[in-house]
């Protein structure tokens, strides 16, 4: 089977740097991605990581550590369009994404 | 170049009836992957389909089927709706298994039984 979990909410300063993690444990893996998807929206894809170690794209990263099942995904220089939900998913065999429920991040003045 | 197309946006079903939701990948993309959004959850894989054969197939009951065209569009059936099949189902598409790539999703179909 598969388990992700992530906070369901979270809330954070205009300006400010927010670090959103997940951990899995699911049979097989080849991935983890990192979706933003805004209120009445499709998802949109952020990241993508298969090994350990950090990526780095504009203000956000990405990290994975798959000994420990763990990943977070790092907003810097955080701004209002940033409010939205992000979606952990995990690439189990070669075909199916799961997804865990999202954390929804509210960003405040 | 269009993104991926879903058809239709917004629907009413009533409970027993049947659904078909349509979607277009991206021109190129030759793999569809259907989801199942629940409000206030993330999305729920349903069906991945590449050269017009199952890939991949979620936890959904037999109620759920679909299908790929020649052309690489796809169709998600409903038969026999539930109330707890109100959701938004989204299409997504890339350009073939496994998913090393982006997933390119669709503004999805929302579907609403009552």
């Known amino acids: 089977g598969q388990n992700i979990d992530q906070p369901t909410e979270m809330t954070a300063t205009e300006g400010a740097i927010v670090q959103i993690n997940c951990t899995y444990q699911t049979s097989g893996f080849n991935g983890l991605f990192w979706y933003q998807q805004h209120a009445g929206e499709a998802p949109t894809f952020l990241s993508y990581n298969v090994l350990d170690g950090l990526e780095e794209k504009g203000r956000f990263s990405s990290f994975l550590s798959r000994s420990k099942g763990y990943s977070y995904l790092l907003l810097k220089e955080l701004q209002m369009k940033d409010s939205a939900s992000y979606l952990c998913?995990?690439?189990?065999?070669?075909?199916?994404?799961?997804f865990g429920t999202g954390t929804r991040l509210t960003v405040i003045p | 170049d269009a993104g991926v197309t879903q058809s239709p946006t917004h629907l009413i079903k009533t409970r027993g009836q049947h659904v078909t939701l349509r979607c277009s990948p991206i021109s190129g993309h030759k793999s569809v992957s259907w989801y199942q959004q629940v409000l206030g959850q993330g999305p729920q894989f349903i069906f991945q389909y590449y050269e017009k054969e199952e890939r991949g197939r979620g936890n959904f009951p037999d109620r759920f089927s679909a299908r790929q065209f020649p052309n690489y569009s796809s169709e998600l059936n409903v038969n026999a709706l539930l109330l707890g099949d109100s959701a938004l189902y989204l299409c997504?598409?890339?350009?073939?298994?496994?998913?090393?790539?982006?997933?390119?999703f669709g503004e999805g179909s929302r579907l609403t039984v009552l």
């Open positions: 998913a995990v690439l189990a065999g070669a075909n199916n994404l799961f």
């Open positions: 997504a598409s890339n350009r073939e298994p496994p998913n090393t790539g982006e997933l390119f």
